[in-house]
Nanobody
Framework: QVQLVESGGGLVQPGDSLRLSCAASGRTLTSYVMGWFRQAPGKERDFVAH????????HYADSVKARFTISRDNANNTVYLQMNSLRSEDTAVYYC????????????WGQGTQVTVSS
């Protein structure tokens, strides 16, 4: 089992920055991919970014490229999502997730953290 706990959400204005954290526990994560997803009201959950725990390879949704950065801290078993130049359309509940490398579906999810971008 992998336990994931997100934090760092909040209310910010357009153009502001915010950093989300995802603390992972329960297993050694070297063979895992860690992802961030988001779900806006009335919409489906969308992929935001992912990072491979061991090699640090990253991938981003087009909508967040050049604005968001995913990273991980191996020593603290934490994954981060640095979000810059936030827009109102970034408003959503953000979820951290984990899957084993080679597995298509994410099978471990956090409880989510709300990000609201509004003036």
């Amino acid at each position: 089992q992998v336990q994931l706990v997100e934090s760092g959400g909040g209310l910010v204005q357009p153009g502001d920055s915010l950093r989300l954290s995802c603390a992972a526990s329960g297993r050694t994560l070297t063979s895992y991919v860690m992802g961030w997803f988001r779900q806006a009201p009335g919409k489906e959950r969308d992929f935001v970014a992912h990072i491979t725990w061991s090699g640090g390879s990253t991938h981003y949704a087009d909508s967040v490229k050049a604005r968001f950065t995913i990273s991980r801290d191996n020593a603290n078993n934490t994954v981060y999502l640095q979000m810059n130049s936030l827009r109102s359309e970034d408003t959503a509940v953000y979820y951290c997730a984990a899957r084993r490398i080679g597995v298509q579906s994410y099978n471990y999810w956090g409880q989510g953290t709300q990000v609201t971008v509004s003036s």
